[in-house]
């Protein structure tokens, strides 16, 4: 069974897909059912951040192996993570817009950092672009895919911690917190974030197939 | 090594005097235009993201050079006589310095022309040094990849703007404390410690990452 990760994200994103809308939430001030949000926009980030994880390792991989098949695989898991930031942000967007009453603040540490990291993966495109060797750019690119990551992480995971963000459950806003997400949430809640890691994953699995038969076709 | 490589740039640097009064004239030009602009009308948050806005067009302009002129004979050169962590170190080390000189030249001029807001000069001094520390090591990399990505200057602001703004971020905060002369008791020095952390942290980067860069 090697697609079990297939057949298990379509059916836990079919399943957040229907019952996210159906179960009941609890009651937040301001939230209310809004809530049904951390369903998709959550698990959408962390899937993108899954495949930003996967394209480091793959980018360190083809700098300690000098292998292209590598170099391959860390702009695919990219590519793919760039694609998952979209709907991320346009989830994000439209909740913001009818709780917070804007479609993008400046003030929320969370925001900026993932324009910057849209930023930084875009720059990392066009530096694979502007080099034309395949085994200089392998290299060239694999360390700024790393150094880029951990100042992207810097900015992810540690500022926001220092500052009060408007995001649920940083800053004294109601969230799903460990103590505002009842059971009823997590059921949904943590197939969601399978049910989207693993459609990544299949997507990025796709992406390396159809590079690695275009490289064969090309020799 | 390290010293003679630092002494080698430092030389090279001063032989080339149409760089360094380039420098300084591109730095005073942007100040004196940023000053005919504003005409003196500038709140103290205005004053301060245009102080780093300044700093870091120059910071990148500067250090986008660095390694440029490291290709051909000369990387060669290099490549057989110094492993690269002494070169990337020296590199850092060297532009570290002549930001730290450049930056502080800039807020002189910026105070001379526009003014000086700053009313806790200790604790901006201590923001405009990691600063520019940071700022050069981010960049010293930064310029290795471009110099081998066809170096040209558009790669080197794309690859840079984004990986500084955490730096600049935490920068711009402390210094609008500094500039809003907040006693030393009520300074946030966890941002102060974030600073030092991402100067230590880049610098550990280029010093694994380097290598990498080095053989073409």
Redesign the interface.
């Known amino acids: 069974m090697k697609n079990w990760y297939k057949i298990l994200s379509v059916i836990f994103i079919l399943y957040t897909l229907v019952w996210g809308l159906l179960n009941p939430v609890p009651r937040l001030d301001i939230l209310n059912e809004t809530i049904r949000n951390v369903y998709y926009h959550v698990p959408i980030w962390f899937a993108m951040l899954f495949m930003m994880t996967v394209s480091l390792i793959q980018s360190i991989l083809a700098?300690t192996k000098n292998n292209l098949d590598n170099d391959t695989k860390a702009f695919n898991a990219a590519l793919v993570g760039f694609f998952f930031s979209l709907p991320g942000l346009t989830t994000g967007s439209i909740w913001a817009k009818y709780t917070w009453g804007t479609w993008w603040t400046f003030q929320d540490p969370k925001l900026?950092g993932v324009a910057?990291?849209i930023?930084?993966y875009?720059?990392y495109f066009?530096?694979r672009y502007?080099?034309d060797d395949e085994m200089?750019r392998a290299?060239?690119s694999?360390?700024?895919n790393?150094?880029?990551f951990?100042?992207m992480n810097?900015?992810i995971m540690?500022?926001p911690r220092?500052t009060d963000s408007l995001h649920p459950g940083n800053g004294g806003n109601p969230a799903f917190s460990q103590y505002d997400m009842d059971n009823n949430m997590r059921m949904v809640f943590y197939p969601a974030v399978l049910g989207w890691i693993f459609f990544s994953f299949w997507l990025y699995n796709i992406k390396n197939r159809i590079s690695f038969i275009k490289n064969k076709l090309n020799d | 090594m390290i010293l003679s490589l630092i002494k080698k740039e430092i030389l090279l640097e001063f032989r080339q005097k149409s760089t360094i009064g380039g420098v300084l004239v591109y730095v005073i030009g942007t100040i004196f235009v940023s000053a005919l602009c504003f005409k003196g009308r500038l709140d103290k948050p205005t004053w301060n993201a245009l102080f780093w806005v300044i700093t870091l067009y120059t910071s990148v302009t500067i250090s986008g050079k660095s390694f440029l002129k490291e290709t051909g004979g000369q990387a060669l050169y290099n490549y057989l006589h110094y492993s690269p962590t002494q070169f990337i170190i020296s590199k850092t080390i060297y532009n570290m310095v002549f930001m730290l000189a450049l930056s502080f030249i800039t807020f002189f001029f910026y105070a001379f022309f526009i003014k000086n807001e700053v009313e806790n000069l200790g604790l901006f001094f201590v923001v405009l040094t990691l600063a520019s520390t940071g700022l050069a090591a981010i960049l010293s990399l930064m310029s290795a990849i471009a110099s081998k990505a066809n170096g040209n200057f558009a790669i080197m602001s794309i690859l840079s703007f984004p990986v500084l703004m955490p730096l600049i971020l935490v920068v711009i905060r402390i210094s609008k404390q500094a500039v809003d002369g907040i006693e030393w008791a009520g300074v946030g020095f966890n941002f102060i410690g974030i600073l030092v952390a991402l100067n230590v942290l880049t610098i550990a980067l280029s010093f694994l990452l380097f290598p990498y860069l080095w053989r073409d």
């Open positions: 700098l900026n910057i990291s930023l930084i875009l720059a066009i530096l502007s080099v200089k290299r060239i694999a360390v700024y790393v150094f880029a951990v100042m810097v900015f540690v500022l220092l």
